[in-house]
């Protein structure tokens, strides 16, 4: 407990600077949001409308001054109001996070389902056929980035064989099969190497080779010693990729207009719409500092290790 107590509080100034720094990224990024509202609008208003609009937002207030209200606005639940629907943004939030939940929970499902078995498959198997086609199939994986996955499953599944909707029509099962075949083909060629890797390591170790000089079957030792001793390393890609998932895959969801949060941070920053960018900043950090918080919770819980080399400082 005082561990996660100790951790949490490492993490609280991280966030802060996070924030601090994108608010002040976003404040030099030398686009004013008010003139770039009625420009994508198409319409021409006067200067005077435009500073009063500015007034309207606290645009024209000094940096600190905007960041402390936004800061405080933020403890009590308002993360602003969007500037181009003037709709609250914790509202617009919470209404697009379902989709990505969603998404996030069927690829890490379909992840674990293809890299952890292959992965233990292709360190048993050891340069042997099954370890090489393995291999070979991670390194593609590995190559081709989301937006060509994603591509090729829209032109195989949507029009040539017509099974799935090119285009999302609503966060449903059905939408959601080439979302996330796209996310875990990258996913699971990347995770299979690591998992890989780590049986490996668990294999050439000393009380693995004792294990068998007693006797003891290789399924035995696979699944109650080696898996065991592995699940630190699963643990870890399984943080990384629920932290990035949760965050919204922006490119996937535009792709296939998944009306998730990473759309929705895309929307907000080709419309300007600053307090979306912000709010979709600080719930990366959010999500990331909790995510690493969970994960060096865990490793301490079940690697003695960590847990004796923190109790001798």
């Known amino acids: 407990m005082n561990y996660a107590l100790r951790r949490f509080g490492q993490l609280i100034p991280i966030l802060f600077g996070i924030t601090f720094l994108s608010f002040l990224l976003i404040y030099l990024a030398g686009s004013d949001a008010v003139t770039e509202l009625y420009t994508n609008r198409g319409v021409e208003v006067a200067q005077e409308i435009l500073d009063e609009r500015r007034a ?3 645009l024209n207030l000094p940096f600190l001054t905007q960041y402390v209200n936004w800061l405080w606005g933020m403890f009590h639940g308002d993360m602003g109001i969007s500037y181009v629907t003037g ?77 799935l909707p090119v285009i999302s029509s609503g966060v449903g099962l059905k939408s959601a099969i080439m979302p996330t075949l796209t996310l875990a083909i990258a996913m699971s060629a990347k995770y299979m190497r690591q ?56 490119i996937v969801e535009s792709i296939f207009m998944w009306d998730g949060v990473g759309k929705l941070a895309v929307d907000a920053i080709n419309m300007r719409d600053y307090p979306l960018i912000q709010a979709y900043v600080m719930w990366m950090a959010i999500i990331y500092v909790v995510v690493n918080l969970v994960a060096d919770i865990l490793y301490h819980q079940f690697d003695p290790r960590i847990r004796l080399g923190g109790s001798r400082k």
């Open 56 to 58: 309207e937002l606290g």
């Open 87 to 163: 709709e609250p943004v914790l509202a617009a939030f919470l209404r697009k996070l379902p989709a990505t939940l969603l998404l996030t929970a069927l690829s890490i499902l379909l992840t674990m389902v293809i890299a952890i078995p292959a992965g233990i498959l292709a360190a048993v198997r050891q340069d042997k056929g099954t370890d090489f086609i393995l291999r070979f199939c991670s390194f593609i994986g590995n190559a081709m980035p989301n937006f060509f996955v994603g591509m090729l499953l829209m032109q195989l599944l949507g029009i040539q064989l017509e099974l």
């Open 195 to 250: 998992v890989r890797s780590a049986v490996l390591e668990e294999l050439n170790k000393d009380y693995v080779q004792g294990a068998m000089a007693r006797g003891i079957s290789d399924r035995v030792i696979l699944w109650k010693n080696v898996m065991k001793a592995s699940m630190l390393t699963i643990m870890t890609l399984l943080a990384l990729s629920i932290g990035s998932l949760l965050g919204g895959t922006a």
